[in-house]
């Protein structure tokens, strides 16, 4: 797996059920941290629709999500909520 967003999500789910994972990354930027400086905004993509309702609920369940992978690591991801709840 990548050590992009991507990848170390595919990992995670993974190593959730019990698979063995190995992350392979060239060097450190292009890791899921340096991802838009760590911003989350369907709203500012431009999307539209169905494409951006479904941003929307998709960016929703990040909060459970992230939750899940602090109480799995017991470290804290510093997730901040930053938006309105009324876009939701």
């Avoid at 170390?8 to 190593?15: D, H, M, P, Q």
């Avoid at 993509?45 to 169905?50: P, R």
Wanted: glycine share 10%.
């Amino acid at each position: 797996m990548g050590g992009g967003l991507v990848g170390l999500s595919i990992a995670y789910a993974f190593s959730r059920n019990n698979f063995k994972v190995l992350v392979l990354s060239k060097n450190r930027n292009e890791s899921a941290g340096f991802v838009a400086a760590g911003m989350l905004a369907t709203h500012a993509e431009g999307l539209e629709d169905e494409l951006l309702k479904f941003g929307q609920e998709s960016q929703s369940i990040i909060p459970k999500w992230i939750k899940s992978i602090e109480q799995d690591s017991n470290i804290k991801c510093g997730l901040k909520k930053m938006w309105h709840s009324s876009s939701f």
